[in-house]
């Protein structure tokens, strides 16, 4: 049993990564991090300019229809 506790006792003295390994893994992840919010920023701006065309494309749709709705009333007016 003591020797079972002596070798848990020196496997957690010895660091499992050394501080130049976690250095590099540090890099490795912020890297990662400023690339997956890239992607994101990328992705929110294609979607912020679609959303801005449906946007037109709606203002545009009901602009026609408000205009035919009223050319319909004044032929109605006109024609009586």
């Known amino acids: 049993m ?4 002596n070798e848990e006792i020196t496997y957690f003295d010895n660091p499992v990564l050394t ?6 893994f540090q890099k490795i992840f912020s890297q990662n991090t400023i690339e997956e919010n890239n992607e994101k920023q990328e992705v929110n701006e294609k979607l912020t300019i679609i959303l801005d065309q449906q946007e037109k494309e709606a203002f545009i749709h009901k602009l026609r229809t408000t205009i035919f709705l ?10 009586k």
């Open 2 to 5: 003591s020797h079972q506790k």
């Open 19 to 24: 501080p130049s390994q976690i250095k590099k």
């Open 70 to 79: 009223a050319l319909i009333r004044a032929e109605k007016i006109f024609y």
